[in-house]
């Protein structure tokens, strides 16, 4: 039996990489792999997974704990699901001990630069999240980069219902002709989410639209806004609901069901699970047009699957010297305006081509195509 350890954010109260790392290891695990997860972030939760998961508290914790699995014999191959400068940590413990290294990373954004490029080039295998970041790997000399297509439970994450539709909204107090906007995101920088709140803000006082802003992120980060304070200047105070992360999947399900459009105003987007999740459910998307949004929401026509955001200037960020775009308000605002206009029209409860186009994303081919890498990692050995 394959031995596998992977090392990856595990944080059960939300995680991008959980939300990627926990079902692929699943299917592995389902195909016959031995796998032992250095779960970054886990606080030792119950869980039904079929894996066992290390709670590990730091970087340097979790660097102990996979040298001494690898010791121990417990890792055939290492797999890191992680941002690319934390790559390297592990990439070097693994290669000291003779240890092959699949990485599996986001690029936020364009360009990837050549001494990131050059930490994935010590790598044995390096995926993706999108299609943007495999190609802007091999342009950096990443050869053995590929993309990871990321997949979606989409009878978990199912069409929503007319009844879940209507019935979320009675449940909080939400009139019919009301335009529900949710926002599922870190309160971060990255995020922008004070660029949402003004979208909002002039959908409401300059276009007479009632609005209820419902927003699922960390309220008291360290590192974002004061995000009533900043509500209460955009003079939508009385129209925002605040819901911590770390929300159970019906409760998190039943506020993606009752909204009529997600926005998300982030300045670069490496994959974006929540507008996935939004997608599979058939809620229309309005997202900035960076990183990967343009993969998911475009298409043969524009507005295929969702709404670009146009960005009306870019800048370089510390982060790795990554593009950060900014997204046009006014480009948001017509974009909810034409989702309120459809509203009114339409029901918002129909398959549309976002849903048609998640059910194309399963789990069978990330599997695949991480099962065919270790066995050729395998028989290089």
Same mark, same amino acid.
């Given at each position: 039996m394959t031995k596998l350890v992977v090392v990856s954010d595990f944080s059960f109260k939300g995680s991008g990489y959980l939300n990627i790392m926990s079902p692929l290891c699943t299917h592995l695990a389902n195909l016959g792999y031995d796998i032992k997860v250095i779960g970054l972030g886990y606080l030792g939760e119950p869980h039904s997974l079929p894996f066992s998961i290390?709670?590990?508290? *730091?970087?340097?914790? *979790?660097?102990?704990?996979?040298?001494?699995?690898?010791?121990?014999?417990?890792?055939?191959?290492?797999?890191?699901?992680?941002?690319?400068?934390?790559?390297?940590?592990?990439?070097?413990?693994?290669?000291?001990?003779?240890?092959?290294?699949?990485?599996? =990373?986001?690029?936020?954004?364009?360009?990837?630069?050549?001494?990131?490029?050059?930490?994935?080039?010590?790598?044995?295998?390096?995926?993706?999240? *999108?299609?943007?970041?495999?190609?802007?790997?091999?342009?950096?000399?990443?050869? =053995?980069?590929?993309?990871?297509?990321?997949?979606?439970?989409?009878?978990?994450?199912?069409?929503?219902?007319?009844?879940?539709?209507?019935?979320?909204?009675? *449940?909080?107090?939400i009139s019919?002709? =009301?335009?529900?906007?949710?926002?599922?995101?870190?309160?971060?920088?990255?995020?922008?989410?004070?660029?949402?709140?003004?979208?909002?803000?002039?959908?409401?006082?300059?276009?007479?639209?009632?609005?209820?802003?419902?927003?699922?992120?960390r309220e008291n980060s360290e590192v974002g806004w004061k995000l009533r304070d900043l509500a209460m200047d955009y003079g939508i105070a009385s129209e925002l609901m605040i819901f911590e992360r770390g929300l159970s999947f019906g409760e998190l399900y039943a506020l993606y069901a009752m909204s009529d459009v997600f926005l998300l105003s982030s300045k670069a987007e490496g994959l974006g699970m929540p507008v996935m999740e939004a997608m599979c459910i058939g809620v229309p998307v309005v997202a900035t047009s960076c990183g990967a949004m343009p993969e998911l929401l475009g298409g043969d026509f524009e507005w295929e699957r969702g709404y670009l955001m146009e960005t009306e200037y870019s800048m370089i960020d510390p982060w790795g010297n990554s593009r950060r775009d900014f997204p046009k308000a006014a480009s948001g605002i017509q974009a909810l305006l034409n989702v309120q206009l459809q509203k009114s029209t339409s029901p918002l409860v129909a398959p549309n081509r976002a849903r048609i186009y998640m059910e194309t994303r399963t789990w069978d081919k990330p599997t695949i195509q991480v099962k065919t890498a270790i066995e050729e990692l395998l028989n290089e050995n």
């Open positions: 290390i709670p590990c508290n *730091s970087i340097s914790d *979790s660097r102990v704990m996979l040298n001494n699995l690898i010791i121990l014999g417990q890792a055939d191959i290492v797999v890191v699901g992680m941002d690319i400068p934390y790559q390297a940590q592990y990439i070097d413990t693994a290669k000291k001990l003779g240890k092959k290294v699949i990485s599996i =990373t986001p690029l936020e954004n364009p360009p990837l630069t050549m001494s990131w490029a050059f930490i994935l080039q010590q790598a044995d295998k390096v995926f993706f999240i *999108s299609q943007m970041g495999a190609d802007e790997a091999q342009k950096a000399g990443v050869e =053995t980069a590929e993309h990871l297509v990321v997949g979606m439970d989409t009878q978990s994450w199912r069409m929503r219902t007319k009844e879940e539709y209507e019935g979320g909204r009675k *449940s909080l107090g019919e002709d =009301t335009l529900v906007v949710l926002t599922v995101a870190d309160n971060q920088e990255r995020k922008n989410l004070s660029k949402a709140m003004e979208i909002v803000s002039k959908v409401k006082k300059e276009h007479g639209v009632k609005v209820r802003y419902i927003l699922v992120t």
